[in-house]
T-cell receptor, first 118, second 116 residues
Framework: DAMVIQNPRYQVTQFGKPVTLSCSQTLNHNVMYWYQQKSSQAPKLLFH???????NEADTPDNFQSRRPNTSFCFLDIRSPGLGDAAMYLCATSRAGTGFALPTDTQYFGPGTRLTVL | AQSVTQLDSQVPVFEEAPVELRCNYSSSVSVYLFWYVQYPNQGLQLLLKYLSGSTLVKGINGFEAEFNKSQTSFHLRKPSVHISDTAEYFC??????????????FGTGTRLLVSP
């Protein structure tokens, strides 16, 4: 009964080699988020999708892109991974309304993908 | 904008002892408050949340937290911890109202270390 699924759980890539991380959800939530979490730090929001609308955080590097082909799936693409991009990448989902934030707009996280860059 | 302070980066405690993990927040508007737990190499799991109503909130695994508006605090407590509670705990805050997207702001985390 997994609700937010991330694949793979562990990903090793080479410096500069593009990599894609995937997230799927069975909650039918309209918002999906990608966070980067480095060792011993808080998760840092990279971007989120509100339905099909993509919203980038101002300080997210251009090296990070995302795609959401349908409600259930969201992908994180790192075009040219650097050593500093090694981290845990967390996907989260929530059900949000328009205008005011709903009390039900609680984020549910997947298990994460740990990315190693060699 | 909101901010969260978790003053203790690490809290060591013996098994079966009580524990309190501290969280203070800053916000000019009403907020929703959350505690998440993260076990090694795993994602974040929601422990509990305060949205409105009773200031004492009970969550999973025997944890509870109390919202104190005057102190702007949302401390997490457990009366008797187990070895399996060893994990990183994150406090998070989000504006309760606003137009558009309301970002979830995390604290820096508190590592709870439970020893026999």
């Amino acid at each position: 009964d997994a609700m937010v699924i991330q694949n793979p759980r562990y990903q090793v890539t080479q410096f500069g080699k593009p990599v894609t991380l995937s997230c799927s959800q069975t909650l039918n939530h309209n918002v999906m988020y990608w966070y980067q979490q480095k060792s011993s730090q808080a998760p840092k929001l990279l971007f989120h999708y509100y339905d099909k609308d993509f919203n980038n955080e101002a300080d997210t590097p251009d090296n990070f892109q995302s795609r959401r082909p349908n409600t259930s799936f969201c992908f994180l693409d790192i075009r040219s991974p650097g050593l500093g991009d090694a981290a845990m990448y967390l996907c989260a989902t929530s059900r949000a309304g328009t205008g005011f934030a709903l009390p039900t707009d609680t984020q549910y996280f997947g298990p994460g993908t740990r990315l190693t860059v060699l | 904008a909101q901010s969260v302070t978790q003053l203790d980066s690490q809290v060591p405690v013996f098994e079966e002892a009580p524990v309190e993990l501290r969280c203070n927040y800053s916000s000019s508007v009403s907020v929703y408050l959350f505690w998440y737990v993260q076990y090694p190499n795993q994602g974040l799991q929601l422990l509990l949340k305060y949205l409105s109503g009773s200031t004492l909130v009970k969550g999973i695994n025997g944890f509870e937290a109390e919202f104190n508006k005057s102190q702007t605090s949302f401390h997490l407590r457990k009366p008797s911890v187990h070895i399996s509670d060893t994990a990183e705990y994150f406090c998070a805050v989000r504006a309760a109202r606003g137009t558009g997207f309301q970002k979830l702001v995390f604290g820096t985390g508190t590592r709870l270390l439970v020893s026999p």
